[in-house]
């Protein structure tokens, strides 16, 4: 039955030890899902600065201003 080795480490000409691919693989899976991160949160800052929801919440006016259901509308 043949034995499995442990891979072997190559080292670069400077004396530092390369990645593994499945070692460059997760640094790229990170650096991704911290991209993708940063482009959602400058997106949603971007629609809340032109967006204006708070007259989408407020589609009406006031509900305790007295004057009834049919000045909400003019």
């Known amino acids: ?9 190559i080292i670069d000409a400077s004396g530092r030890r390369r990645l593994t691919r499945s070692e ?9 899902a911290l991209a993708l991160t940063a482009v959602g949160v400058v997106a949603g ?7 204006s929801f ?5 589609a009406g006016g006031e ?5 009834g259901v049919g000045t909400r509308w003019e």
């Open 45 to 51: 800052i971007l629609i809340d600065r032109l967006l």
């Open 54 to 58: 708070d007259d989408a919440l407020d």
């Open 63 to 67: 509900w305790d201003e007295g004057g």
């Open 1 to 9: 039955m043949a034995r499995r080795h442990a891979p072997t480490r």
């Open 24 to 32: 460059k693989i997760g640094i790229g899976s990170l650096a991704t």
